[in-house]
T-cell receptor
């Protein structure tokens, strides 16, 4: 089973709202990722968690706040977003034993619209 | 820094035609991994194949085949006898051992017309 689940599938929020995106995997993977994808562009890495610790933050604005409560869950907390943050947010996971050597499996994404 | 180039932005074919997607990569590492992903209109990135830099064997999986050539730094993907369900954006990607980052090419949009 190579399933990564994400909720919600769609999210519309105002610039003053606080919302959270959730990601879950039960493959025993120890690395989890958040990507942002704008239309007609490849995914852009935002954060990487390895063994529940933040390993990479690609200079993401602080209005995006990641959280990894346990090895199966990854959250992305959103606050005071801008309309340009509207995008598809993809979660991925990989075995994580040796960085860069294993396959990242992606979830279906959350399509976020900021009004 | 690693880099992946997919020169073809869009390809349109009629069903049952073969289509080849080009991927050229740059890396200074001797140990690296190449991937192809499919992204249908629904948005999910579907993993298709992974190849490491020490394995140049070509691979076939059903109607899909991959040609890895280190001499030309290319990892091309062919869909044989294309079907409408193959319509999607296809991304080639590269990772280097020791680095979590996955570098994606710009993607190639494949449209298969009935």
């Amino acid at each position: 089973d190579t399933e990564v689940t994400q909720t919600p599938k769609h999210l519309v929020m105002g610039m003053t709202n606080k919302k959270s995106l959730k990601c879950e995997q039960h493959m025993g993977h120890r690395a989890m990722y958040w990507y942002k994808q704008k239309a007609k562009k490849p995914p852009e890495l935002m954060f990487v968690y390895s063994y529940e610790k933040l390993s990479i933050n690609e200079s993401v604005p602080s209005r995006f706040s990641p959280e990894c409560p346990n090895s199966s869950l990854l959250n992305l907390h959103l606050h005071a977003l801008q309309p340009e943050d509207s995008a598809l947010y993809l979660c991925a996971s990989s075995q994580g034993r040796t960085p860069g050597t294993d396959t990242q499996y992606f979830g279906p994404g959350t399509r976020l619209t900021v009004l | 820094a690693q880099k992946v180039t997919q020169a073809q932005t869009e390809i349109s074919v009629v069903e049952k035609e073969d289509v080849t997607l080009d991927c050229v990569y740059e890396t200074r590492d001797t140990t690296y991994y190449l991937f192809w992903y499919k992204q249908p209109p629904s948005g999910e990135l579907v993993f298709l194949i992974r190849r490491n830099s020490f394995d140049e064997q070509n691979e076939i999986s059903g109607r899909y085949s991959w040609n890895f050539q280190k001499s030309t730094s290319s990892f091309n993907f062919t869909i044989t006898a294309s079907q409408v369900v193959d319509s999607a954006v296809y991304f080639c990607a590269l990772s280097e051992a020791g680095d979590y980052k996955l570098s994606f090419g710009a993607g190639t949009t494949v449209t298969v017309r009935a």
